[in-house]
């Protein structure tokens, strides 16, 4: 997939304002790399490409902070908790900040955990929200924003980046200052504990670097510098811009939409689903007929052999279960014993029920067996009412009493 940094200027968005741009494929460092006013930056290849805007060093501020247990909100009670988290950071910061928090977007690190420092980024709201809003109206929806430099990215590394008029470096614990002798002595000794830190510079400054530090430096682009903040597993995206990004892609997802349904060349596509739609429903609607006519000539022929069997029943209503009654009733005739009988329905209530409830009394006539037993819970209860079932007998538990008439089987 194709990536595509902009690096936002410190200056507010206008027509003239360069912006830094890094158009990578599948993270090729050695991608095209230039500076365009925002109207003539090229539009990505295509439409999945991941748009990712970069922070410079210089318009953030960088805070750690220790959140007090059940401050951070997880899964689906995340939303609702971001508003609360943002007003447990306000009261946190607002003793540190120079500005209103009002007028500052904050964003936390990466998987953030309470009653442990983390950090915590912030930056003037309306310079930010301005960019966004003029790279959307250009085409350039953010799927990311990113920092130019992480805490991570700073703990046994120290940057020098810039041109030759203005070499700045970028040390521990975040600072930025301009590249002279006593901030590389600062740096040097801040780190002297945890040994020699590695340092990186841009071609423009590499010179410079290595005579104030008196030692080599590792060289490296200032396109690898970009996709290299772009990789990181920071999202600066938070709180209101995490909001505006989901109602921005719905409106995107809207307007592909209505494209799909009104732009002329996707007429062959709409005709295409409209008659696979109607096929469908054509379909579907055969198959249920076809359903239906089997279903009515399987109840015909059981209507069929109940009233060639027992020609005497006027009304079908119920063909399984008048059958099940009417033999039961030839059964008894000659002398056979049914499922309906005393003894049969006894036996098989017997079978179902646990040892420790007994049966106390019995009523019986016209083929329903009343039978009194201890209570039983209704998960039970439910149990004997399904293993009779099975067996063509209709069981329910009457307040007391266990209640059994004849079903069909099912």
Known sequence: ?????????????????????????????????ASAPLALLPLPPDRQSDVVVLLPMQTLSWHQVQLPRGSLARGLTAERGASRLRAILDGLLEDRLLDEPAQLHLALQPQPVADVPVWVVACDKAWLTSHLQALAAAGFSASR???????????????????????????????????????VSLQTDSSASNGPPEVIAEPAVVGQAENLFKRPVTLQQHAQRLLQAAQTSW???????????????????????????????????RLAMVVLVLANLVGLNAWALREQAALQAKRLAVRSVLSSTFPKIPVVVDAPLQMAREVAVLQRASGVASGTDLEAMLASLGAQLAVTQTVTAIDYGSQELRAKAPAISAAEQARVA???KQQGLVATWDGAQWVLEPGARP
């Open 1 to 33: 997939m194709t990536s595509f940094i902009i690096s936002l200027p410190a200056a507010s968005a206008g027509a003239a304002t360069q912006y830094d741009y890094l158009l990578s494929s599948d993270d090729n460092s050695e991608a095209r790399c």
């Open 145 to 183: 924003i990113v920092p130019e430099f992480t805490p991570e990215a700073l703990v046994h590394r120290i940057y020098v980046v810039g041109d030759e008029q203005h070499p700045m470096l970028v040390g521990g614990r975040l600072l930025l200052s301009p590249l002279t002798a006593s901030a």
């Open 235 to 269: 999202n600066l995206a938070q709180f209101d811009l995490a909001n505006a990004n989901r109602e921005q892609a719905w409106a995107q997802a809207a307007q592909a939409m209505g494209s799909l349904l009104r732009a002329p060349q996707w007429r062959a596509a």
């Open 386 to 388: 399904l293993a009779l």
